[in-house]
């Protein structure tokens, strides 16, 4: 994983970017209702996958934007970039 | 029964040219059943296996390990070890295993090569001072060696340290904890196993966990590469796997694995005497028994399993270390490597039961482990043959991201993770 693939600025060096972790956890929508196991799994509970995740990344030294990625992680090889709102692809 | 390691087991084996000593450990097929199984053969899940045997009077154990011994973060980490931890129950946890570590060679019959060098951690801003002051104050409070050094001192202490106050990050102060030291790391898991073996537990390598067998909420036995075993306790220590092994058996831990580096320079004469650690600058560095300098590097901020790192955080150490050590400047680098390391939100390891009954986790030990080796497997050990944790690993429990009682070392354990 040297170049990244910025779906606003294209393919850039990867030390532009910064990784924001797994993506796709949504934030509760009654956070007052929530239990404390309920808050364990939305703030410290991570799929940590070996293999293909969905992760969210920041051009951090480039647009500043926020994007989407799903990567390999057992050989950080790229497999596609999408846009933040942007639902993930099935397979 | 083990022959004993001595100068004349020495000589007398260089009768025959050193081709007739015992075998370390055996290399034994797995047994139908045990009464508990490893997942792990690293240094902890050795030393679990081995405090098991000794002092909780299990005998039928297994370590199971999909590589070789001692082949992941054991033999790939800095050697570091210390326990000028910050907070109580850390404080607790790693002198703990310190004290073990100054006996650790005697109990093995075995040189894990314990050097007590002293660790000297160096302050490059005011807060750095006053973090490191109050730390100095903790320790000490919990019975910890530790001293505040000013500059001129931490330059006495360590002559090849830039203390010039032109450099980018001046040093302003240091702690040092003399206790601490490195040991040698491979021996830790050789000596650890060596011991195990001959308390009869198995110590079976290549063997990979496939599948958790469970009846409800209680675990019955594991599916590996080489064929079904049977248990009604598993103990996993599998560092920076622990996710891909607590999904095998539908239970989520809060660990992010992530890629830490280290390199080794050429060999050199003998040059620095201690291990200085920089936490603004995350630069660390020590020179092992062979002369080469050890030198630690950051983890990545994506997570990974490739064990490789980016280029980007070598090179950021290497400035850090050529500022604070211009007499580094012309020295060329041998290796560079990787492991994955499993790092908990707080920073802090986690030894503790699930909600799984017979299944336990020793994992999230980040960035630090190796320092806790012996008392980690000390007090996993209790924590399997009793079900419940010991006194001082009780902190360390699964449920604290639950009732959010965290033991927040992130920052406060001397060293950026």
Known sequence: MFLINCPYCGERDQQEFKAGGEAHIERPKQPTELSDDEWAEYLFMRKNIKGVQFERWNHAHGCRKWFNMIRDTSNDEIKLVYKMGEKPPSE | ?417
Not at chain 2, 200 to 226: F, H, P, S, Y
Not at chain 2, 264 to 272: L, M, R, Y
Not at chain 2, 314 to 327: D, Q, W
């Open chain 2, 1 to 417: 029964m083990k022959n004993k390691y001595s100068i004349f087991s020495l000589i007398k084996n260089a009768f025959s040219h050193h081709e007739n000593w015992q075998k370390a450990w055996k290399d034994p097929q797995p047994k139908k059943e045990y009464d508990a199984v490893i997942v792990g053969g690293g240094g902890h899940g050795l030393a679990t296996a081995y405090y098991l045997a000794k002092k909780h009077n299990l005998k039928n154990i297994a370590v199971v390990e999909k590589g070789w011994i001692g082949g992941g973060n054991t033999g790939r980490n800095t050697t570091i070890i210390r326990s000028n931890y910050l907070w109580d129950a850390s404080a607790g946890l790693y002198d703990h295993a310190l004290k073990i570590w100054e006996g650790l060679s005697q109990e093995l019959n075995y040189n894990v090569m314990f050097s007590q060098r002293g660790v000297m951690n160096l302050a490059h801003n005011l807060q750095d001072v006053r973090d490191l002051k109050r730390r100095t104050h903790a320790n000490r409070l919990n019975g910890i060696d530790a001293v505040y050094l000013s500059t001129e001192e931490v330059k006495k202490f360590c002559p090849i340290i830039n203390t010039s106050p032109d450099i980018r990050y001046p040093v302003l102060g240091g702690t040092l904890q003399r206790r601490a030291g490195t040991a040698r790391h491979d021996a830790v898991a050789w000596g650890y196993a060596r011991g195990a073996d001959e308390m009869g537990v198995d110590i079976i390598q290549n063997c990979e966990v496939k599948a958790i067998k469970r009846n409800g909420d209680t675990v019955e036995g594991l599916e590996t590469t080489k064929g079904f075993i049977k248990t009604k306790k598993i103990g996993v220590v599998a560092a920076g796997h622990s996710s891909v092994i607590a999904n095998m058996a539908g239970l989520r831990l809060p660990l992010e694995s992530k890629p830490l580096q280290a390199l080794v320079s050429e060999p050199v004469k003998p040059i620095i005497d201690t291990v200085v650690m920089s936490n603004a600058v995350h630069a660390y560095v020590s020179q092992s028994d062979k002369g080469e300098l050890v030198i630690g590097a950051g983890t990545d901020d994506y997570v990974s399993y490739s064990q490789k790192g980016s280029h980007q955080i070598v090179e950021g150490t290497l400035n850090a270390i050529l500022e604070l050590y211009p007499i580094f400047s012309r020295m060329r680098m041998l290796r560079q490597w990787g492991g994955i390391v499993d790092i908990c939100p707080d920073a802090s390891p986690i030894l503790s039961k699930t909600t799984i009954k017979g299944l336990y986790f020793n994992c999230g030990w980040g960035t630090g482990g190796f320092k806790a080796t012996p008392g980690s497997g000390d007090l996993f050990a209790h924590t399997i043959a009793n079900d419940e944790p010991h006194r001082l690993n009780a902190a360390f429990n699964l449920n604290r991201f639950v009732s959010g009682d965290l033991v927040d070392e992130h920052g406060a354990a001397a060293v950026a993770h």
